[in-house]
Structure formats: C-alpha cells, structure tokens
C-alpha cells in the first residue's frame, strides 16, 4: 500500500509534539483530514504526536498501525538517535525511514526542528533551528508551508 511519510525529526525539547497538534488538532493520534496548498480533494493523515521512540514503537508496528487506518499519509515524529535503552529495537530516525520506504511508503517532506538532523540528507528535508526558541505558531507555519498544507 502506498502511503505518503510526513516526518517531523528533532531532539527532546524541540516541540515536535506541538507542531503535530499545531498542524491537526490531535492530542495522540488521529485521523485528519488535511487540505494542500494545491488544490484537490484533502489529504487523509494519519498523525502520532510525540517521537515514536519515545512511544516504543518500532518501525514495522508503527507500519502496521498506521496501514490499518483509512489513510493516504502520515505525520510521523521522530528522534534523530536511537532510543539509549532499546538501540535495535528503536533505532535513529534514519532507520525508520529506510524501513517505511521499505514497506513501499514515499517519503514526500522531513521537518528538522533544532539543530541535529541526524544523518539524514534528502532534497525533502528543511531544517528549522529556531524551532525550540520561537513560537510554536511561527514554526507550525512554517512546517506547514514546507509540506504544502493549508
């Protein structure tokens, strides 16, 4: 199935959370629906708030989760490290990504908050080192713009 990835990577502290509920409105996680800055029918989202390896999710779950939902893409929030406890089982946001492409899911945009990105490199990442500093409207916006959502 294919499935759009919207992710949010960024370190603890970094308001990734906030910008996800900024974005849809949910408090955990939830379907929305999501209008793009180009026109056509709204786009169904699934969104996680907080870091999935905070939540002890390991890819392959968070795959299965998400495919069950009715969803055409998801907002996804990551660490860009490993989780300390639990390496193998919860690994860097890069592991994630590769695992969702993997399992036939296109990544389309990566918002950094903060300044450690991990060692992700893609054309579709933009980095947002103010993000911890600056209201989290301005970031939300500006996440927004980045992904092409209204």
Same mark, same amino acid.
């Given at each position: 199935?294919?499935? *759009?990835?919207?992710?949010?990577?960024?370190?603890?502290?970094?308001?990734?959370?906030?910008?996800?509920?900024? @974005?849809? $409105? &949910?408090?955990?996680?939830?379907?929305?629906?999501?209008?793009?800055?180009? $026109?056509?029918?709204?786009?169904?989202?699934?969104?996680?708030?907080?870091?999935?390896?905070?939540?002890?999710?390991?890819?392959?779950?968070?795959?299965?989760?998400?495919?069950?939902?009715? &969803?055409?893409?998801?907002?996804? &929030?990551?660490?860009?490290?490993?989780?300390?406890?639990?390496?193998?089982?919860?690994? *860097?946001?890069?592991?994630?990504?590769?695992?969702?492409?993997?399992?036939?899911?296109?990544?389309?945009?990566?918002?950094?908050?903060?300044?450690?990105?991990?060692? @992700?490199?893609?054309?579709?990442?933009?980095?947002?080192?103010?993000?911890?500093?600056?209201?989290?409207?301005?970031?939300?916006?500006?996440?927004?713009?980045?992904? $092409?959502?209204?």
């Amino acid at each position: 199935m294919t499935m *759009d990835v919207y992710a949010i990577v960024g370190n603890p502290h970094t308001r990734k959370a906030s910008v996800v509920r900024s @974005l849809t $409105g &949910c408090f955990n996680r939830s379907l929305r629906d999501i209008e793009l800055v180009s $026109g056509g029918p709204a786009l169904k989202v699934y969104a996680r708030a907080g870091a999935l390896q905070e939540a002890r999710t390991p890819p392959d779950a968070f795959v299965a989760e998400a495919s069950a939902r009715r &969803c055409e893409a998801v907002l996804v &929030c990551l660490s860009p490290s490993a989780s300390l406890l639990h390496p193998a089982e919860l690994p *860097d946001a890069h592991t994630y990504l590769e695992q969702f492409r993997d399992a036939g899911w296109l990544v389309k945009s990566i918002a950094v908050l903060g300044q450690n990105a991990g060692d @992700l490199r893609s054309p579709a990442l933009r980095q947002f080192p103010y993000a911890p500093t600056v209201p989290i409207n301005v970031t939300a916006q500006a996440v927004r713009a980045h992904f $092409g959502w209204r």
